[in-house]
Nanobody
Framework: VQLQASGGGLVQAGGSLRLSCAAS????????MGWFRRAPGKEREFVAA????????SYSDSVKGRFTISRDNAKNTVYLQMNSLKPEDTAVYYC?????????????????WGQGTLVTVSS
């Protein structure tokens, strides 16, 4: 599976962005999908995950209530809707695919990674 993330950019605090992650191949619906991020000078951290059916989702405490993960298996795409953005959300955001089909928060379960898209939130 090859993953291509897009949708990053510069936004003011309180604004919104929607990230997309397009997957190649015909087996997208078998994979659980996750979003992770790496802020400058920090370790990569979990943001959100969704299982292969799209019925189960998980969020980090820092984004719960502000971000929404969703997927469209017909379009081989997973999304991350980000609302009420804060300067501390500034990071490179990565999408990843989990071959077990679950919604893991642990990055070690993910087999494939996209190239990342930069989100910058100004105060």
């Amino acid at each position: 599976v090859q993953l291509q993330a897009s949708g990053g950019g510069l936004v003011q605090a309180g604004g919104s962005l929607r990230l997309s992650c397009a997957a190649s191949g015909r087996t997208f619906s078998r994979y659980g999908m996750g979003w992770f991020r790496r802020a400058p000078g920090k370790e990569r951290e979990f943001v959100a995950a969704i299982n292969r059916s799209g019925f189960v989702r998980s969020y980090s405490d820092s984004v719960k209530g502000r971000f929404t993960i969703s997927r469209d298996n017909a379009k081989n795409t997973v999304y991350l809707q980000m609302n009420s953005l804060k300067p501390e959300d500034t990071a490179v955001y990565y999408c990843a695919a989990d071959g077990l089909g679950d919604y893991n928060e642990d990055s070690r379960y993910y087999d494939y990674w996209g190239q990342g898209t930069l989100v910058t939130v100004s105060s």
